[in-house]
């Protein structure tokens, strides 16, 4: 209901929905993974230096780029990420309060973008140690996977997590429990103005003290998210793979352009759907928090 009365909430559910890494999952239709012998014949020259011990210029240039882009690409995005959901937060609040829904007026001013940052930033401290628990065993099934292959007819990705199920599920349960907490704390930041650590925390405190709202809410999030987004995503991948076969010489070309035109309908529906899907779990979180407000000035 908030989001519908609020369309805008969909530009900035996209915008936090693509910068947190839905750009990579929106461009696999069209993405061509480099294959083991492309990146040996595009990397093989800069990275065979190390082997008489002198690393060339390529290969710092190389190292360089590699890390600038990484810290751009995290910092960059985690800040237009931030500046996303708190303004996402404050419409939604701005609504409830309007349509009656809530006595939530969020204390002036909201915090700034940076401290929103900071915190998603904290909440991936958990992740980063589930991540470096399962590392060894998950780079050693990519490396067998990769040297042997067991199945060629199946992808690699899933060949891995078959091999190691265990870890790959640690880090997906901490990175859903550290994200439910940080979604949380950002809201408990723009409601009360509280320090940066201490909203993280509470977000967590909150997550221990209503464990089945708080998992249900993340559970609705993603589940919205995929309902949305994954028929959508099927419905591009197949107009991608038509459009492949059609623009080969030979077709005809108005039905070249027909496919294509079909395939960027159905991508560009992708993108309104992952805003809306983003919008109503961004929403969620919101009105998670804004009842315990309005039971407090209640009482």
Same mark, same amino acid.
């Given at each position: 209901?908030?989001?519908?009365? &609020?369309?805008?909430?969909?530009?900035?559910? $996209? +915008?936090?929905? %693509? =910068?947190?890494?839905? /750009?990579?999952?929106?461009?696999? *239709?069209?993405?061509?993974?480099?294959?083991?012998?492309?990146?040996?014949?595009?990397?093989?020259?800069?990275?065979?230096?190390?082997?008489?011990?002198?690393?060339?210029?390529?290969?710092?240039?190389?190292?360089?780029?590699?890390?600038?882009?990484?810290?751009?690409?995290?910092?960059?995005?985690?800040?237009?990420?931030?500046?996303?959901?708190?303004?996402?937060?404050?419409?939604?609040?701005?609504?409830?309060?309007?349509?009656?829904?809530?006595?939530?007026?969020?204390?002036?001013?909201?915090?700034?973008?940076?401290?929103?940052?900071?915190?998603?930033?904290?909440?991936?401290?958990?992740?980063?140690?589930?991540?470096?628990?399962?590392?060894?065993?998950?780079?050693?099934?990519?490396? &067998?996977?990769?040297?042997?292959?067991?199945? $060629? +007819?199946?992808? %690699? =990705?899933?060949?891995? /997590?078959?091999?190691?199920?265990? *870890?790959?599920?640690?880090?997906?349960?901490?990175?859903?429990?550290?994200?439910?907490?940080?979604?949380?704390?950002?809201?408990?930041?723009?409601?009360?103005?509280?320090?940066?650590?201490?909203?993280?925390?509470?977000?967590?405190?909150?997550?221990?003290?209503?464990?089945?709202?708080?998992?249900?809410?993340?559970?609705?999030?993603?589940?919205?998210?995929?309902?949305?987004?994954?028929?959508?995503?099927?419905?591009?991948?197949?107009?991608?793979?038509?459009?492949?076969?059609?623009?080969?010489?030979?077709?005809?070309?108005?039905?070249?352009?027909?496919?294509?035109?079909?395939?960027?309908?159905?991508?560009?529906?992708?993108?309104?759907?992952?805003?809306?899907?983003?919008?109503?779990?961004?929403?969620?979180?919101?009105?998670?928090? $804004?009842?315990?407000?309005?039971?407090?000035?209640?009482?």
């Amino acid at each position: 209901m908030v989001t519908l009365h &609020r369309p805008v909430t969909w530009a900035l559910g $996209l +915008a936090s929905f %693509l =910068v947190g890494g839905g /750009i990579l999952l929106l461009g696999l *239709p069209v993405a061509v993974l480099p294959t083991p012998t492309g990146l040996q014949n595009g990397l093989g020259g800069p990275v065979s230096t190390l082997v008489v011990g002198t690393p060339s210029s390529a290969l710092i240039a190389l190292i360089v780029a590699a890390i600038v882009t990484l810290v751009a690409a995290i910092v960059g995005g985690t800040l237009i990420g931030a500046w996303a959901e708190r303004e996402g937060v404050l419409v939604v609040a701005a609504t409830a309060e309007s349509e009656g829904l809530a006595t939530f007026r969020p204390r002036p001013p909201a915090p700034g973008v940076g401290r929103v940052a900071a915190l998603r930033l904290l909440s991936l401290i958990p992740v980063a140690i589930a991540a470096g628990l399962a590392w060894q065993p998950v780079y050693d099934a990519a490396y &067998r996977e990769l040297i042997l292959p067991t199945d $060629l +007819a199946t992808p %690699l =990705v899933i060949r891995v /997590i078959r091999a190691v199920p265990v *870890p790959l599920a640690l880090i997906g349960v901490t990175w859903l429990l550290s994200d439910a907490a940080a979604s949380i704390g950002v809201r408990l930041l723009v409601r009360d103005g509280t320090r940066l650590l201490g909203a993280w925390l509470s977000g967590w405190l909150e997550l221990g003290r209503h464990p089945l709202r708080s998992l249900g809410t993340a559970g609705f999030g993603l589940l919205a998210l995929v309902l949305l987004i994954g028929p959508a995503m099927l419905v591009a991948v197949a107009a991608w793979g038509h459009v492949r076969m059609v623009l080969l010489p030979g077709h005809d070309p108005v039905g070249s352009v027909v496919a294509v035109t079909i395939w960027v309908a159905a991508w560009l529906g992708s993108l309104v759907l992952a805003g809306v899907a983003s919008a109503v779990r961004a929403a969620a979180w919101t009105l998670l928090v $804004l009842p315990a407000r309005g039971r407090d000035e209640r009482t």
